[in-house]
């Protein structure tokens, strides 16, 4: 039975994946947490991390482990600094070593990208970027990454050139659970999204961005004054966030080649609102992903020797 040679580690804000990988790449286990960078102190990480790979380890071994995400968060386990775009997606050189006191393990932080014009950072994204990057070697183009923040990231010779956040994700929860329009939004957890309700209102805010504040109230009124339902209102506070932030990322997209790299669901809404502009694209599991890139780190470091 193969044994394991370096583990890969996705840390997040709300949770933690690990798995055991051979030198090749190839996955032999896998594990997952809900202590992620949010609940964690960073003289509690270590443990977090053991209680996951205890298995995994072997006495007088030392495992490589490569991390990317939240833990290298200034909130997280151990700082580590952005490199700034433009820039390869990964460098081995700027990872950082937080101090443990398991001499099994030897842990590596991937450090995220930063951007000083206009002001921008991410951190796991880099890693999807280079995992990408890995499988796409001569692409030019976009890459849309949904989620809580969504990062849109110009690529060109290997290099991200630049990129732009929209806290798409983050205002449709606020709006949804918090705002005035949340007395029209509960629904059962089994109701789906309107398609045809959802791309209506991309269309409208992509069009006209400028009206979004006046079309946001525009939905706690239908629900006093038309009956608008509770999904064709979440359907529609969702088109109007992210045709809003296609109008706002346009000069980023128009005229390239887009890739979609996120979870399924969300991802296949930017793909309809995209397509719905005109705009072929083409979108990725971000879990695969994610691992090309941690893949790609462990050859560079592999290779530096670190």
């Not at 790449?25 to 949010?38: E, W």
């Not at 951007?115 to 995992?131: C, F, K, L």
């Not at 979870?263 to 719905?276: I, P, R, T, V």
Request: hydrophobic share 45%.
């Amino acid at each position: 039975m193969s044994t394991t040679d370096w583990i890969a580690v996705d840390w997040g804000t709300s949770h933690m994946r690990a798995w055991a990988m051979t030198a090749s790449g190839d996955i032999l286990q896998r594990a997952a947490s809900d202590k992620g960078m949010g609940s964690l102190s960073p003289d509690q990480f270590e443990a977090a991390l053991l209680e996951q790979i205890e298995p995994w380890l072997r006495d007088n071994v030392l495992m490589p482990v490569l991390a990317c995400g939240m833990v290298g968060a200034r909130q997280g386990w151990c700082e580590a600094p952005y490199t700034q775009v433009p820039c390869t997606p990964l460098a081995a050189d700027q990872m950082v070593k937080p101090d443990v006191k398991d001499a099994r393990i030897a842990v590596h932080i991937i450090p995220g990208l930063c951007q000083q014009g206009p002001a921008d950072v991410m951190r796991g994204e880099e890693t999807q970027i280079a995992g990408f990057m890995a499988e796409h070697p001569h692409f030019v183009g976009v890459l849309c990454l949904p989620g809580t923040h969504c990062k849109w990231a110009d690529l060109r010779d290997g290099k991200v050139l630049r990129f732009h956040t929209y806290m798409t994700g983050e205002l449709f929860a606020l709006l949804s659970q918090q705002s005035v329009l949340r007395h029209g939004m509960q629904q059962d957890a089994a109701q789906g999204m309107d398609e045809a309700v959802f791309l209506q209102a991309v269309n409208e805010a992509f069009q006209q961005p400028q009206q979004l504040s006046s079309a946001l109230f525009g939905l706690r009124a239908a629900g006093l004054l038309q009956g608008l339902g509770a999904a064709a209102a979440r359907a529609r506070l969702s088109g109007l966030l992210i045709g809003n932030e296609l109008a706002a990322a346009a000069p980023l997209w128009q005229g390239h080649a887009v890739s979609i790299i996120g979870d399924k669901g969300l991802s296949a809404l930017y793909a309809k609102a995209l397509q719905a502009q005109g705009i072929p694209v083409a979108t990725v599991s971000a879990e695969q992903i994610t691992l090309n890139g941690l893949r790609a780190a462990w050859q560079q470091l592999a290779r530096s020797g670190s």
